[in-house]
């Protein structure tokens, strides 16, 4: 069964850093795109990023670039969205996304891990 | 960037009815060298991650019932559900994957 599991939820203090994971399984992890993808409370998706295993090419959302970094781990077929200093406004559900690749490109997202809740308050 | 704008903000179908879901995108999504319009539709129920419904506009995912149709090109595109049932309510968004950033629209929310 291809999935995608996600880290669990995490509550930190501004200014702290943290690193979100994603482990693939049931595919070969290095030939699909995996993507993050952002949900605030109550509010609607954003797209903020993606990496490709096989040769780490990453692309980010402007919104995102600088804000956030994307790297994986191909030997452990592990996808990672870290952060050196959060804000509360970073307080959201993150999800990483398994996207196909057409035309030496990402594509649509096929495979969705459950989401990772991160709570930033002081 | 690529805009991608839905209508309406949401609606409200009786059961066995159809819906329908417009977006549109600020600039085209078909891709000339493989003739393929990059928007994909997904489907978030409350309290789950998204579901990948249509991919090139038109191909269903495996699994998605065929209720569930989209069509157009270009930058207008629909998405539409021709008989509602119980388990469809939740929020549809599109989304294009033409050149990053592959925004989303802002989500239309499917009533009973």
């Known amino acids: 069964e291809v999935q995608l599991v996600q880290s669990g939820a995490e509550v930190k203090k501004p200014g702290e850093s943290l690193k979100i994971s994603c482990k693939g399984s049931g595919y070969s992890f290095t030939t699909y795109w995996i993507a993050w993808v952002r949900q605030m409370p109550g509010k609607g998706l954003e797209w903020m990023g993606i990496?490709?295993?096989?040769?780490?090419?990453?692309r980010y959302s402007p919104s995102f670039q600088g804000q956030v970094t994307i790297s994986a781990d191909k030997s452990i077929s592990t996808a990672y969205l870290q952060w050196a200093s959060l804000k509360a406004s970073d307080t959201a559900m993150y999800y990483c996304a398994r996207a196909p690749t057409s035309v030496s490109n990402p594509s649509y997202m096929d495979v969705w891990g459950k989401g990772t809740t991160v709570t930033v308050s002081s | 960037d690529i805009v991608m704008t839905q209508s309406p903000d949401s609606l409200a179908v009786s059961l066995g009815e159809r819906a329908t879901i417009n977006c549109k995108s600020s600039q085209s999504v078909l891709y000339r060298t493989n003739n393929e319009n990059y928007l994909a539709w997904y489907q978030q129920k409350p309290g789950q991650p998204p579901k990948l419904l249509i991919y090139w506009a038109s191909t269903r995912e495996s699994g998605v019932p065929d209720r569930f149709s989209g069509s157009g090109s270009g930058t207008d595109f629909t998405l539409t559900i021709s008989s509602l049932q119980a388990e469809d309510v939740a929020v549809y968004y599109c989304?294009?994957?033409?050149?990053?950033?592959?925004?989303f629209g802002p989500g239309t929310k499917v009533d009973i």
């Open positions: 989304q294009h994957y033409y050149s990053s950033p592959f925004t």
């Open positions: 990496l490709y295993p096989g040769d780490s090419d990453t």
